[in-house]
């Protein structure tokens, strides 16, 4: 590590010799990341950036401490401490003059993306084998958070497809298959709504229940069928299950405050969708 991120005191942070040598050719994103950031803000902003991303992805904070920590190191600060939850953290970053740089992030929205924290990944361990310096790591995390993700209406039929299958596996025939089909699209569907009205993630999950018990309801009394197994398939894509395992991870890990407030967080959630399945059904 030493060496690789020169710190000289009352000197901004700059490339040495090594740090040149990873990759001789920049992006043309990294190029413009070099042209505005000095390699000290580069590195700063990779080792956040990467954090928040896993945080808001659903990650658990271990996995995002760690990878902060492994970051830092590889890109040349002295020290690091970090202090992260499922709703923000908190970043110390010392660098080898002295030089203290602090930096605290709030997690307002989470979603549910193993994608991005696969790429995360990705790129904290060709930081940390020296395959990408700050303004190349910072570049290709700026292009994954800006990469688009499926279409709604794609989204809503992967959704509906999960939950007709379900529905089969809990013992449904093909006029469930469908209804249980045309309730997972429907629930998927509205997630938009739910979006622009940024409503949050306990009436979101109230409001899904109701929708799935109430069109499985409606179909059942035009067409017929076994409401038991397409209910039960339409919500099964809606339960917190990756929620309730990062919980448990967490609190096996000792990150108590975390793991009780995304164990509390999933029961809610699927309390509150039980809850909306009831209120239909008691109609």
Do not use: H, W
Not at 65 to 73: G, N, Q, S, W
Not at 212 to 230: D, H, K, Q, V, Y
């Amino acid at each position: 590590m030493d060496g690789y991120l020169k710190v000289e005191k009352g000197s901004e942070v700059s490339l040495s010799d090594n740090a040149v040598a990873v990759g001789a050719v920049l992006s043309d994103k990294a190029s413009e990341v070099k042209a505005t950031l000095s390699y000290k803000d580069a590195a700063v902003e990779a080792v956040v950036l990467a954090t928040l991303t896993i945080l808001e992805s659903s990650g658990e904070t271990y996995r995002a401490e760690d990878t902060a920590l492994r970051m830092a190191c590889a890109l040349g600060f002295d020290k690091a401490e970090i202090l992260a939850f499922p709703t923000g953290f908190v970043l110390t970053l010392t660098l080898k003059n002295g030089e203290i740089i602090s930096t605290t992030k709030r997690i307002a929205e989470r979603s549910l993306r193993l994608d991005r924290i696969n790429e995360v990944n990705s790129v904290s361990r060709a930081v940390v084998s020296k395959e990408l310096d700050a303004f190349k790591a910072l570049a290709r995390l700026k292009e994954l958070r800006e990469s688009k993700s499926l279409g709604n209406i794609k989204k809503a039929f992967i959704f509906a497809i999960c939950a007709a299958s379900f529905t089969l596996m809990f013992g449904g025939g093909v006029k469930e298959f469908f209804i249980s089909f045309a309730a997972g699209f429907a629930v998927q569907t509205s997630m938009p709504v739910y979006s622009y009205l940024k409503a949050p993630s306990l009436i979101v999950s109230l409001f899904s229940g109701v929708l799935a018990a109430g069109i499985t309801m409606a179909l059942i009394g035009l067409f017929g069928g076994n409401r038991e197994p397409i209910i039960a398939g339409s919500i099964m894509p809606m339960l917190p299950g990756v929620a309730m395992t990062n919980a448990v991870r967490d609190t096996m890990r000792g990150d108590l405050i975390s793991g009780t407030a995304r164990g509390t967080d999933a029961f809610l959630n699927a309390l509150l969708i039980a809850v909306g399945v009831s209120l239909v059904l008691a109609i």
